[in-house]
């Protein structure tokens, strides 16, 4: 079977893995001349970056492409589990050290915030709880199929519903386990890892933390560019064909099915199509004659970012891999992205890889990926907002850090909802596709099928199950299952 990819995102990548491991011809079509979408690199002034996605977990989905590939994944690409999951700084004072081993986190909350760190510990069983019941379920299958629905395990965990916190939202979970502002604080922020809002998404997403503190949170060797050239570089000694700066113009539908593509005024035929397009412009750019479904288009986007990429000369001892400086109000911070805002004071995010990997940045340096939330673009004055916030985040690092920390920055570059949207196709710049702010989100993102269009699919971010990278691998592997069984 010969099989045509749209993009080489790493939802892209891997299913070309699996669709050459199955025995198929495939060929991957990227508008780009780099592979990776938003997981890719790049340099400047001796400091390396990695430009989009900086956390890694679930390594499984990695592993499992070398698996089914007949390789030993050791020579090709490593990784390490995190001592230290992130650092937590608030204005007063206050820092937090949260270990990767739930005890010792449980315990250092119970002596930094007292809370008991049995009530940690409970709120970590509750998540792993919710994982077990529901996650693997109805992240690693298409919620679109009625067979889903058939199987023994998902009609158990239909019983458990009432115990799935879907009819309340993250933040009220939270604040029940947790109780403590700063605690309810720091577990919320996971809603930020699909680009939600946590006192609006469903308290299903509370089980977001287990795949930190119960299945860890890894860092690749070399950095997480090192996953797309992992994949990337499998899928060559699979024979997968990778072409670079070939934007794909349309896809040929004949009699209801996807049957080919148009690259470069050239046709290419094609038995499956899979897209790693947003599914936005997938139908919006390559499929403008045919009707779209627009109730799954319509959709809330997630929020966006905005990071600057500094280039800093000096080591801060006290930071680490990842670290967040949290706001003083979450809330309003919130309701500023719900109103298409950025805070004055928002929470900064800031990724230093040269912590693991000291090549990343001259000696007695260090390379910040510095990143704020910030909302979709609709039409903001984009140079204002990101003058503004640069002052703010400067401001708020030094009082935190006591040092003045625009001095430090020997270079910079920027990557905001515009670049985002231009370089990966990400319509409106958002990060993750659409947001998982109400219960029904996951039942409305579009499907990893055509409902109308036999033989074309759909991987990455803006479909089920949704953002990220353990989810974007996830897709990959659906798209690969239905199309075996669909033969």
Known sequence: MKIGIIGAGIAGLAAAVRAAAAGHEVDVFEANSYPGGKLSTFEQNGYRFDAGPSLFTMPQYVEELFEISGEDIGPHFQYRRLP???????????????????????????????????????ALRDSERKYRLSGRIFLEKSLHKAVTWLHARVLGAMLQIPRFDLFTTMNAVNERHLEHPKLVQLFNRYATYNGSNPYKTPGLLTIIPHFEYGIGAFYPEGGMHSITRAVWQLGVRKGVRYHFNAPVEEIRVEKGRATGLRVQGEWRDCDVVISNMDAFFTYRKLLAREPAPERALRQEKSTSALIFYWGIQRQFPELDLHNIF???????EFDCLAAGKISDDPTIYINITSKYTPADAPAGCENWFTMVNVPYNSGQDWDALIMETRRNVLAKLSRVLGTPIEPLIACESLLDPRSIESKTSSHLGALYGTSSNNRM???????????????????????????????????????????KEEG
Do not use: M
Request: aromatic fraction near 12%; include cysteine.
């Open 84 to 122: 230290i999951l992130c650092n937590y700084f608030w204005e007063d004072g206050t820092r937090l050290s949260a270990s990767g081993d739930s005890e010792t986190f449980a315990r250092e909350v119970e002596q930094k915030l007292g809370v008991p760190s049995g009530r940690v510990l409970h």
């Open 326 to 332: 949290f706001s003083e109000d979450y809330r309003h």
């Open 441 to 483: 989100s996951a039942f409305l993102r579009h499907p990893n099928f055509s409902n109308r269009i036999s033989g074309l699919y759909f991987c990455g971010g803006s479909v089920h199950p949704g953002g990220g990278i353990p989810l974007a691998l996830l897709s990959a592997k659906i798209v690969n299952d239905l199309i």
